[in-house]
């Protein structure tokens, strides 16, 4: 916004012709169907092969229409699969506790905590119990948030077969 390039300016027409195109889709849900949020992570461990970081992603669905969704390279290397489905589920966990706030403000209150399914069961095994801590005690502090989480209820991690 200070210094705007002709870089700038081609994002913003490609920006615009993308939602021209897109203005007749749409979410769809269905009346009197119960709409709760539900959560998917996945990460694929050493997917780059230059750098060997991982790319996880996430995605939300309220009823049958997707909401939010994230798709990216994580900024570290991670030293075991658990550890990358576990920081792809930490990054779900604070996206998840974004959009109940959002839903909260929007007088549609979620009752019971957010499922989130994940393919990892180490990694859930994790979030709920730290007995594997001489194992993954390389996981940075901030991860363990997901824990904390987790013993709140307001989110609740479940197997997912890939």
Request: hydrophobic share 35%.
């Given at each position: 916004m200070?210094?705007?390039?002709?870089?700038?300016?081609?994002?913003?027409?490609?920006?615009?012709?993308?939602?021209?195109?897109?203005?007749?889709?749409g979410?769809?849900?269905?009346?009197?169907?119960?709409?709760?949020?539900?959560?998917?992570?996945?990460?694929?461990?050493?997917?780059?092969?230059?750098?060997?970081?991982?790319?996880?992603?996430?995605?939300?669905?309220?009823?049958t229409?997707a909401?939010?969704?994230?798709s990216r390279?994580?900024?570290?290397?991670?030293?075991?699969?658990?550890?990358?489905?576990?920081?792809?589920?930490?990054?779900?966990?604070?996206?998840?506790?974004?959009l109940?706030?959002?839903?909260?403000e929007?007088?549609?209150?979620?009752?019971r905590?957010?499922?989130?399914?994940c393919?990892?069961n180490?990694?859930i095994?994790?979030?709920?119990?730290?007995?594997?801590?001489?194992?993954?005690?390389?996981?940075?502090?901030?991860?363990?948030?997901?824990?904390?989480?987790?013993?709140?209820?307001a989110?609740?991690l479940?197997?997912?077969?890939?």
């Amino acid at each position: 916004m200070e210094s705007p390039a002709e870089i700038h300016l081609l994002a913003t027409k490609r920006i615009l012709r993308y939602l021209q195109g897109t203005k007749d889709f749409g979410l769809f849900y269905k009346q009197g169907e119960k709409s709760s949020l539900l959560g998917f992570a996945d990460s694929d461990y050493a997917g780059d092969q230059d750098d060997r970081k991982n790319t996880s992603g996430y995605v939300f669905m309220l009823g049958t229409g997707a909401v939010s969704w994230s798709s990216r390279k994580q900024k570290i290397v991670t030293l075991s699969s658990t550890e990358a489905e576990f920081i792809v589920a930490t990054a779900c966990a604070c996206q998840a506790v974004w959009l109940r706030r959002i839903l909260v403000e929007l007088q549609f209150k979620q009752e019971r905590a957010t499922t989130i399914f994940c393919d990892n069961n180490s990694a859930i095994k994790l979030s709920k119990n730290p007995v594997l801590h001489g194992r993954s005690k390389h996981i940075d502090v901030k991860y363990y948030f997901l824990r904390d989480l987790n013993d709140e209820g307001a989110i609740e991690l479940k197997y997912c077969r890939s």
